[in-house]
C-alpha cells in the first residue's frame, strides 16, 4: 500500500473515530459506539504493526520518555491485582496502551512533515467545527432538548447529554482554530472560533472558557519570554509573575478567612469536587498509595484528573502521566529556544500551551489519558506527531534543531 493510500485509511479512520465520539457524547449514544472508540485505535495499531513489521523502520529515540512509559504499563499490569473490577480494569487499562502506541508510534508514522501536521489539524478543525455546527441546527429543531435545568442554572447543551460536554468539545475547536491560525496565518480559521466561543458561552462552562483564555494568554507569554523583544520578555516575565503572586495571594487570603471560605463553602462552589476527591481516597492503604486501587476501582468521580490517576494508578503511575508530561514541555521549551525553524516553535509553544490548559482543565474535570473522550486522543496524538517531527531530524538545514546533539537519527 503506497503512503498516500495509508494516509487515506489513517484519516478516514481519524474521521470515524471524532464522529463516534461525538456521538458517545450525545443523547443519542449507544453501547455500539462505546464499543467502536475501542476499536478504531486497535485496528490503527494492529494496521500498524502488520505494516511496520515489513516495511517501516522508526522509533522515537527518548530513553526518558521510553523509560517512563515502561514504568506506567508495569503499573497498570500491578493495579489489576489490587482492583475488585478485573474485567472494566483489563478494558481501560488496553485503552491506555492503546492510546499511547497510537500516539507515540503510529502517528509519526503518518505525519513526517509540517504539511502533515497540518493536515492533521485540519481534519480535527473541519470534523469538530461541522459536527457542532449541526449540533447548532438540531438544538434549533428540538428547543425542548437542547436547554437543561443543569447545577441549577438553564444551560444550552444541543444534542449532547450534557452542557459541560458541549463546552468541552467547542474548546477543542477553539484550541485548534487557535493553532491552525498561527501555523498558517490564515485567519479564517480564527473567525471560525467566534462559533466555538459562542458555544462555550451558551454551554455556560465556566472550565472550558477558562482553559480556552489560559490557552491564549499562555502562547503569548511563551512566545513573548523566548522570541520577543527585550520589551516583550520584560512583560512576559512581568505578567507570569503577576498572575501566579494573584493566585499564591488569593489561596491565602481564603486560609485565613475561612469562616467564609470553609471547605464546606468551597465544595459548595466546585460542585462537590472536594468531598468526592476525600471520599476516593478515605480507605487508602500503603499498596493503594503506591499503585492505586486499581482502574475502574473508583467509588465517586471527583471530576479531577489528578485525583483519579491517584486513585487508580497510585502515586507510581501519577508520577509516571505527569513525569511524561512535563518531559514533553521541557522538550518543547528547548525546541523553542533553540530551533531556527519558526514552524517548529510555534508547534512546540502550542504543545506547552496545551499541556498547561488541560493540567487545568483536568483540575476540575477527568480529562487526562485515555480513549473515552476524543479531546484526550488528540492532545496525546498531538504530543507524538510533535516529538516525532522534532526527533525525526528530517529537515537538516531548516529542522527543528540547528545543534547535532538535539537531531536523533
Not at 490557552?215 to 505578567?239: E, Q
Not at 500503603?286 to 468521580?301: C, E, H, P, Q
Request: one cysteine or more; charged letters at 15%; a positive charge.
Amino acid at each position: 500500500m503506497k503512503r498516500a493510500q495509508r494516509s487515506d485509511v489513517f484519516r478516514f479512520l481519524l474521521i470515524v473515530l471524532i464522529i463516534v465520539h461525538f456521538v458517545e457524547f450525545s443523547i443519542y449514544s449507544s453501547i455500539v459506539t462505546y464499543q467502536l472508540k475501542f476499536l478504531i485505535p486497535l485496528i490503527m495499531v494492529i494496521e500498524w504493526l502488520v505494516r511496520i513489521r515489513f516495511k517501516v523502520k522508526f522509533r522515537i529515540n527518548s530513553a526518558p520518555l521510553f523509560f517512563m512509559v515502561y514504568i506506567l504499563f508495569v503499573v497498570l499490569v500491578l493495579s489489576l491485582l489490587n482492583t475488585e473490577n478485573e474485567s472494566e480494569a483489563i478494558i481501560q487499562g488496553l485503552s491506555y496502551v492503546i492510546l499511547l502506541i497510537v500516539s507515540f508510534l503510529v502517528v509519526p508514522n503518518y505525519i513526517e512533515t509540517k504539511e502533515d501536521y497540518v493536515k492533521f489539524l485540519k481534519l480535527f478543525f473541519i470534523m469538530f467545527f461541522m459536527l457542532l455546527l449541526a449540533n447548532v441546527i438540531l438544538g434549533r429543531l428540538m428547543p425542548g432538548v437542547a436547554f437543561t435545568n443543569f447545577n441549577n442554572r438553564l444551560r444550552y447543551r444541543g444534542v449532547f447529554g450534557n452542557p459541560n460536554s458541549l463546552g468541552f468539545f467547542s474548546m477543542m475547536g477553539l484550541i485548534v482554530s487557535i493553532s491552525l491560525t498561527v501555523l498558517t496565518s490564515k485567519k479564517h480559521y480564527l473567525y471560525s472560533g467566534i462559533l466555538f466561543l459562542s458555544l462555550i458561552y451558551y454551554s455556560d462552562s465556566n472550565t472550558s472558557l477558562i482553559a480556552s483564555m489560559l490557552f491564549i494568554v499562555s502562547m503569548v507569554l511563551i512566545w513573548g519570554l523566548f522570541k520577543g523583544n527585550s520589551l516583550a520578555r520584560v512583560l512576559s516575565i512581568l505578567s507570569t509573575t503577576l498572575l501566579l503572586t494573584s493566585i499564591i495571594l488569593g489561596v491565602i487570603w481564603i486560609s485565613f478567612n475561612s469562616n467564609v471560605y470553609s471547605l464546606e463553602r468551597v465544595d459548595e462552589i466546585f460542585h462537590s469536587r472536594v468531598s468526592r476527591s476525600l471520599i476516593s481516597i478515605s480507605d487508602y492503604d500503603f499498596l493503594d498509595f503506591l499503585i492505586g486501587k486499581g482502574i475502574a476501582s473508583r467509588v465517586t468521580n471527583p471530576h479531577n484528573a489528578v485525583i483519579n490517576t491517584l486513585v487508580e494508578l497510585g502515586l507510581l503511575g501519577l508520577t509516571m502521566i505527569y513525569g511524561i508530561k512535563l518531559y514533553i514541555a521541557g522538550y518543547a521549551l528547548i525546541v523553542i529556544k533553540n530551533s531556527a525553524n519558526i514552524f517548529c516553535q510555534k508547534m512546540m509553544m502550542i504543545s506547552v500551551s496545551m499541556l498547561l490548559t488541560f493540567f487545568v482543565f483536568g483540575i476540575a474535570e477527568s480529562v487526562s489519558i485515555s480513549l473515552g473522550n476524543i479531546v484526550s486522543v488528540f492532545m496525546w496524538a498531538s504530543f507524538g506527531a510533535q516529538m516525532g517531527l522534532a526527533q525525526k531530524g528530517r529537515y537538516q538545514r531548516k529542522g527543528c534543531h540547528n545543534e547535532k546533539r538535539y537531531v536523533v537519527r
